[in-house]
């Protein structure tokens, strides 16, 4: 089992930046992957951004060049640096682990992004 944690959501406007949070109670070196999910209103869930325990990062198409993932030294807590954001950025984000063939999910942060 792995206990996911976000932290870090809120409102800002366009061009903005904001930074999430989330900790883990497994370390990405015991497990496989962290990572980042969203949701926005009336659309599924889909991966923003993950990272690999060997370091191996994906993006998403719509976020690549604005987004950033990275884990601390422990590998506790990943993070999700966004910036230059854009209203179409506005979702729930899910914190999300892999380890071996189980998937969980924290239990999100608003990300609200208006003028």
């Known amino acids: 089992q792995v206990q996911l944690v976000e932290s870090g959501g809120g409102l800002v406007q366009p061009g903005g930046s904001l930074r999430l949070s989330c900790a883990a109670s497994?370390?990405?070196?015991?497990?496989?992957?962290l990572g980042w999910y969203r949701q926005a209103p009336g659309k599924q869930r889909e991966v923003a951004a993950v990272?690999?325990?060997?370091?191996?990062?994906n993006y998403i198409d719509s976020v690549k060049g604005r987004f950033n993932i990275s884990v601390d030294n422990t590998g506790h807590t990943v993070y999700l640096q966004m910036s230059d954001l854009k209203p179409e950025d506005t979702a729930h984000y899910y914190c999300?682990?892999?380890?071996?063939?189980?998937?969980?999910w924290g239990q999100g942060t608003q990300v609200s992004v208006t003028s």
């Open positions: 999300y682990a892999r380890d071996g063939s189980k998937r969980y």
């Open positions: 497994k370390s990405i070196f015991s497990i496989n992957t």
């Open positions: 990272i690999t325990f060997g370091g191996t990062t």
